[in-house]
Structures are given as C-alpha cells and as structure tokens.
C-alpha cells in the first residue's frame, strides 16, 4: 500500500505540470464558470493522488478527463446551470441555415475560430476540445463522454461542417445579424 | 463519394483502421470532391489545434488558483498512525456526517482536516462529498451586502450606491429542493431558499428584441404588496431567438441598474445574495465571460423606497421621472464588438391588482421564498396572502407549474414557522 501511494505521488507532479491547465479549459467549458472549474480540477487531482495506480497506468489522461468531467457535470446538475444540456440537437442543426454575422471590424487570425466554436451546442464543444485541444481518440472521447465511437464522429464531422460554414461565411462581409429564427 | 459521410472525417482524423483506411484512400483519390473535402477538413483541424493550443498558452499566463497539492506524507509520519488516523478520521466523518444530517451544523464552508495543514487550500467540497450531504450545501461564497444574520440583501442607499446589478445566468435548482423538502413535511433550512432562482424557475412572457438588439428589457413597477409604501420593481432581460438552438447571442454581458437619486431613496434586491463576493460594483463581477444562449431570460426583483417630499436630498431637481435606467452591456460573440442596451422605467403609481399576471405571479413566488426565509423584511404578508396573489395570476399556465406553487404554499401553511 505504501509503495503505490509512493508512486502516485511521485507522478503527481509531472501529471499535473501536463494536464492542470487542460483541465481546466475542459471544465471551464463545461461549467461556464472559472472558479468553479478551478475547484473542480483541484477535486480531480485529490482524487488523483487518493487512486491506485492500477486504476489509471496506462491512461490517465482519460482518467483525468472522465473524473474531471463527471464533476464538472456534477457542479452543473446541482446548480441547474443552463450552459450544458444533456441531450443533442443534432437532427434539427443539418437542416437550419447558418446565421449571418456583423460585419468583421478586424478579423484576427487567433482565437476567432474559437469564438466560433463558442457558438456550437455544447456537446459538439466538448468533443472539439477533446479532440483537437487535447488529441484524443475517437474511443478515447466516448469513452470520457458516454458516447460510442461512431457518435463521436458524427458529432465531430457536424461540429467541423459548421465551422467551415460559418468560418467561410464571415470572411465575406454581412452587415446585419440575422436572427436565426423569424420575429 | 459522399462527403456528408462521417467516415470521411474519420479518414481525415486518422481514426480509420488500417484496412478501412487504405480503402478509403483510393475513394478519395477517385474523386475531386472528396479530396477537396479532405484537404479543407485537414486545415481546420490544424488552424482549431493551433487555436486550441494558444488559449492553453493563455490560460498559462493567467493567474491561477490550483494550488500544490499537500504532501501526502507530511500528515502522517508513520504507517502505524496513518491506520489509526484513517480509523479516526472515518469516525470523525461519521460523526459530522451525523452532525450535519440532523440539520444542527451550521451551513457555512467547511474545512477538512487536509486544509488544516495547507491553510490556502479549499477543501469543502471535498468534504461535502465524504459525508454525503444535500446539494444545496455546497460551497458559500461570501454574501453580497447581505445582512449576516439574515442572510439576505439589505436596503442599500442611493446616495451612496445608485448601481446595483446581478447575473444573467443563474441556477433554478432551489424551487425543485425546496418542493422536495415541503412535500416531505419538512421546513426547508433558510440557505436553500434561493430566492432568485424560484423566482427563474418559472417562465414569463417577454417580447423578443427588435431590431439589431439581442435583448430586450422589460421593466415594470407597481406597489409592493407586502409592504404598500414600498415599490417593487420587476426587471425581465430576454434574449433572441430560440432556447432550444443554444446558439451564443452575446458575451460578457453585464447588467447595470442606475436608480435615479431625487426618485428613490433606497432599494434592496431580492435574493442574487451570493453571487457577488464585493458590493456594487458593476465591473467586479461572477464570470466575466458570462456567455448568453438564445432564447435565454432572467428576471430580478427589486424593492424599492421612494424619495418622499421632506427626505432630506441634496438636490432634488426633479430633472427626470424616471426610477431607474437599466443598462445591459454585452459584446457580440464572434466579433467582440461592444454595444449596450438601455431602458429606462418611469413609475406611473400602478397599485398591484394592475400590474401585469407575471409580475403579481413573480412577486408571490418571491415572497414565498421570503416568509420561508422569515425574512426581516416580509412585511404584511402571509402565506395566505401570497396565495391569494398567485391564484388570481396563474394565467392560462400550460406547464401547470403556476398550479404546483400554489399547491406547494398551501403545503407551506401546515409547517411549523
């Protein structure tokens, strides 16, 4: 018992130099809230340092995620917060038509397709995280996620023709905003 | 090739096993389209990565809280007392978690026995989880001008403070704890009756927003009817377009409400206590990303103390009837162009059979929340009167939810106070 502890401990700071600050974008995502994400990545890395090694040798990353994830979830279910829904819309997204966007005053090469994931359901945030921020797997991310492999790809591949929709789309100038749905 | 197949993404992700992947590969050759889409598909993935990648570099340069974790050898020097201490330790939790679920533990943050060796850490969540404890007694961030013993708002001066604000997305949670715990015949605990959320829990029909604006503002005022020489004021923000699209409409939005100091004398907003740890001041606020989903809507309550004739002001030029002017900051969520919206409410003395169904519904639920609170400030009002308020502005109330608050304050008059 005491060599495990041991050796937990000794990767503890080398897990936490690599992943804290993943975490922490992943959960401020899910929460929508920083304090409350900070608290739940500190939650994840007790929870860390209390495991057995056995429980996450070969993957911690996953197991870093998954736990992270389902108290972040946590923080939302018990506080009811809005950001983060469980259930995907992804029949009614196909056919909707993209919104049109104010007309770009300075398109800055970094952190504007960011702000265009910002826009897409929250479940298709969190697989883009996971996938392109924090190179997971498409099992890797179902398992984190609860989902199968496929749904993961399928999310992944709405999420990216969105994006190149409206990453197009704000490249030639519109002027009004467009509500997406009629008044 | 269709390059509405997901498994062409696959392909392009490098998630195609080896056989799939070099049958793919030849599909793709045979088709200008599809290599075309693999081509594009690839840039995005870089350009997200690199972005991705340059908001962890971000966050790096940001001041963070995530202290260095204890040692987990500094809190037991020797194996024998680190089973002893275990034992202890479980029995100490028994015993608080025995505490705590007989109601006698005061709700106020909680610190384990690991933050006592590392004072800067917080650990009571930590806590909450090992004793399993309800879920509204989680972390209390410190309360914002709220009277420490009730725990409430207090009335704030104009003169002093004429802004006041509080945030756009909030939880709903309280209505649904506080239903569970008078439907088992149990008086919830002051702490868990968050006033703002029951009020949110219930939908109000505000207009969408015309023209460009993504919100509009909704404000009425009518007499207070808990206390009639007081006002109350009720100020809707909603959001355009549909709740289900989760669309972002706006971000960093921020709410300002500037009361008119020859109007009023005094507010007090109901409930929103712990949401800001610092007073008024409307630049120092909960999540300064705060992104708002279409559709989405938030109602505030507030009660105010007119100005009356002989209440000493400084100049009471009367230079504008209006009792307050509301002013909701927010940036566009792509661009980040600033832009405000503004609205101004002028009290025209409307007594509270007039006002409008929601506003009479809100305030009943509001005062609900305080009787259940025995706030210090609920006036006249009783249960029964509430109750005579919300039957006469359930409306058409299609969700039946008007109808299950009504229910649930009768309920409420069978519990001891």
């Keep these: 018992m005491e060599t495990r502890t041991a050796e937990a401990a000794a990767d503890l700071p080398e897990l936490l130099r690599r992943f804290e600050l993943?975490?922490?974008?992943?959960?401020?995502?899910?929460?929508?809230?920083r304090e409350r994400a900070r608290d739940v990545v500190q939650e994840t890395f007790i929870a860390l340092q209390r495991a057995r090694r056995g429980q996450f040798d070969h993957a911690p990353a996953k197991w870093l995620f998954t736990v992270c994830?389902?108290?972040?979830?946590?923080?939302?279910?018990?506080?009811?917060?809005?950001?983060?829904?469980?259930?995907e819309l992804l029949e009614t997204r196909a056919t909707e038509e993209p919104a049109a966007f104010a007309q770009i005053e300075q398109k800055e090469a970094a952190g504007f397709l960011l702000r265009i994931v910002a826009t897409l359901p929250p479940r298709q945030q969190e697989v883009l995280q996971l996938k392109f921020q924090n190179d997971l797997s498409y099992q890797e991310i179902g398992e984190i996620t609860n989902l199968s492999a496929n749904h993961v790809g399928v999310l992944l591949h709405t999420a990216l023709k969105t994006l190149r929709e409206r990453y197009g789309q704000t490249s030639r100038d519109f002027i009004s905003f467009i509500p997406r749905t009629a008044l | 090739m269709n390059i509405n197949d997901p498994k062409l993404t696959a392909y392009t992700l490098g998630e195609l096993s080896e056989a799939d992947r070099v049958a793919m590969e030849r599909t793709v050759a045979e088709s200008d389209e599809a290599t075309k889409f693999v081509a594009e598909t690839q840039e995005l993935a870089q350009l997200l990565r690199r972005e991705f990648r340059a908001e962890i570099d971000a966050a790096a340069r940001k001041p963070r809280n995530i202290l260095p974790l204890p040692e987990p050898k500094s809190f037991w020097p020797d194996a024998r007392w680190r089973s002893i201490g275990v034992a202890a330790l479980f029995a100490v939790g028994c015993v608080v978690a025995a505490v705590l679920l007989s109601g006698l533990w005061p709700a106020e943050p909680r610190l384990s026995s690991a933050s006592r060796t590392d004072p800067g850490l917080q650990m009571e969540v930590m806590e909450d989880e090992r004793v399993g404890l309800a879920p509204n007694s989680s972390r209390q961030a410190r309360p914002f001008n709220a009277d420490t013993k009730s725990g409430e708002n207090q009335f704030v001066p104009v003169s002093t403070n004429p802004i006041s604000t509080f945030a756009i997305n909030i939880a709903t949670a309280s209505y649904a704890e506080v239903r569970k715990m008078i439907d088992s015949g149990t008086t919830p605990p002051r702490d868990s009756v968050r006033i703002e959320e029951m009020i949110n829990y219930f939908p109000y029909e505000y207009p969408q927003p015309q023209g460009d604006a993504p919100f509009s503002i909704n404000l009425e005022a009518a007499t207070c009817p808990w206390t009639p020489h007081h006002r109350l004021v009720r100020i809707g923000l909603k959001g355009r377009g549909d709740r289900q699209?989760?669309?972002?409409?706006?971000?960093?939005?921020?709410?300002?409400?500037e009361f008119n100091p020859t109007q009023v004398a005094s507010y007090r907003l109901l409930g929103y206590e712990t949401?800001?740890?610092?007073r008024n001041d409307p630049t120092n606020q909960?999540?300064?990303?705060?992104?708002?989903?279409?559709?989405?809507?938030?109602t505030a309550l507030?009660?105010?103390?007119?100005?009356?004739?002989?209440?000493?002001?400084?100049?009471?030029l009367q230079t504008s009837a209006n009792l307050l002017t509301v002013k909701l900051h927010h940036k566009h969520p792509i661009t980040g162009k600033s832009a405000m919206t503004e609205q101004a409410l002028t009290d025209a003395g409307t007594p509270f059979r007039e006002a409008s169904a929601d506003f009479r519904f809100a305030a009943a639920v509001a005062h609900f929340g305080m009787v259940l609170r025995n706030s210090p400030h609920k006036g006249d009002g009783t249960l029964a009167a509430l109750l005579e308020w919300a039957q006469e502005s359930s409306g058409p109330d299609n969700s039946g939810e008007r109808a299950g608050f009504?229910?649930?304050?009768?309920?409420a008059q069978k519990l001891p106070f």
Excluded: W
């Design chain 2, 286 to 298: 909960s999540p300064a990303d705060a992104v708002v989903q279409s559709g989405h809507a938030v």
């Design chain 2, 406 to 411: 009504i229910e649930l304050a009768r309920k």
């Design chain 2, 302 to 316: 507030y009660e105010v103390i007119p100005l009356q004739d002989g209440d000493t002001a400084a100049d009471k």
């Design chain 1, 22 to 33: 993943p975490l922490l974008q992943y959960a401020t995502r899910i929460i929508g809230d």
């Design chain 1, 69 to 87: 994830r389902n108290r972040a979830l946590n923080v939302c279910r018990k506080e009811r917060r809005m950001i983060y829904l469980d259930h």
């Design chain 2, 275 to 278: 949401r800001f740890p610092r």
């Design chain 2, 245 to 257: 699209e989760q669309a972002a409409i706006a971000k960093d939005v921020k709410v300002e409400v």
